[in-house]
C-alpha cells in the first residue's frame, strides 16, 4: 500500500513557511523581552537615592563653570540672587507643572558673581524688563548629562550645549535651577522638577545579564532555524 506524498505546496509550508513564522516569534520575543530587562537595568541609574533635602545650600559649593554638575549636586536646593536677563527668555515644550502639562518659561540668571545660569521660572506668562531677583529652587542637571545615564528627554531643550547655541554667553553653569515658586510671570504654575533628590548612578547587573541571556536566546533560535534548513537542503 502506496503512502501519498505530500504536495510540494504542502511541503513549502511544513518545511519552510512554518518554522520560519515560528523563529521569527520566537526570536523577536526574545529579543523584546531582552529591551525590557535592559531598559530596566539603566532605570536604576535615574533613581533617586533619598527623600528631598529641604536645606538651602550655596550655589558655589554645588556648582562649578565649564564641568558637569556633579551628581551629588543634582536635587539640591539653592538660592540663587542676580538678574534675570529676560530679553532672551524662551519657552519650552509642555512639561510638569503643579497645573498640568504647560511651557516652561527659561530664562538666564546673571548672579552677582558674574556666572550665567538658566532658570525655570515655572509655566505662565513672562513679564519684561530686566528685574532683579533672589530665586530658591532645585537644580537639575543638563538633559545630556552623563550623570543621569541612559535617560533621554523627547526634546534636550534644557542640555547645557543647546543653551549656549541660543544664548550670547560663551560659558554657563551646568544644568539649570527649576524655581519653587513662579519667577515674574502672570496666571502661573510652579514647574515641577524631575529630580528632588541625587540619582544613585548604579546601573543593575543582574538586569543586563538578563538582557544578554535574552539576546543569546534569539541568536540560538536563529541558529537552530538555520541548522534546519541546512538538513532539509542536504535531503534534497
Known amino acids: 500500500m502506496s503512502v501519498e506524498k505530500p504536495s510540494l505546496a504542502n511541503r513549502i509550508v511544513r518545511d519552510y513557511i512554518a518554522p520560519t513564522i515560528a523563529v521569527i516569534a520566537v526570536a523577536v520575543g526574545c529579543l523584546a523581552l531582552g529591551r525590557w530587562q535592559w531598559d530596566a537595568a539603566w532605570a536604576h541609574q535615574g533613581r533617586q537615592v533619598a527623600g ?19 551628581r551629588t549636586s ?12 529676560t530679553k532672551y527668555t524662551f519657552t ?34 513672562p513679564q519684561d524688563g530686566n528685574q532683579p531677583v533672589s530665586v530658591v529652587g532645585r537644580l537639575q542637571p543638563s538633559e545630556d548629562s552623563p550623570a543621569v545615564g541612559a535617560w533621554t528627554p523627547a526634546n534636550a531643550e534644557l542640555s547645557t550645549a543647546a543653551l549656549v547655541d541660543k544664548w550670547p554667553f560663551p560659558v554657563l553653569l551646568d544644568g539649570y535651577l527649576v524655581a519653587e515658586q513662579p519667577v515674574q510671570l502672570v496666571d502661573a504654575s510652579a514647574a515641577t522638577p524631575r529630580f ?8 543593575s547587573w543582574r538586569n543586563l545579564a538578563y538582557a544578554v541571556q535574552w ?15 541546512v538538513t532539509l537542503r542536504e535531503g534534497e
Open 52 to 70: 528631598s533635602s529641604a536645606d538651602i545650600r550655596p550655589l558655589h559649593d554645588l556648582a562649578t563653570a565649564q564641568q558637569w554638575l556633579p
Open 74 to 85: 543634582i536635587g539640591a536646593r539653592t538660592r540663587i540672587g542676580g538678574e534675570l536677563l
Open 92 to 125: 519650552t515644550q509642555a512639561r510638569p507643572t503643579a497645573s498640568g502639562q504647560q511651557p516652561w518659561v527659561v530664562t538666564p540668571l546673571r548672579t552677582a558673581a558674574g556666572d550665567v545660569i538658566a532658570v525655570v521660572r515655572g509655566g505662565g506668562l
Open 196 to 203: 528632588t533628590a541625587a540619582p544613585s548612578g548604579n546601573v
Open 215 to 229: 539576546a543569546l536566546f534569539a541568536v540560538f533560535a536563529l541558529f537552530v532555524w538555520w541548522r534546519h534548513l
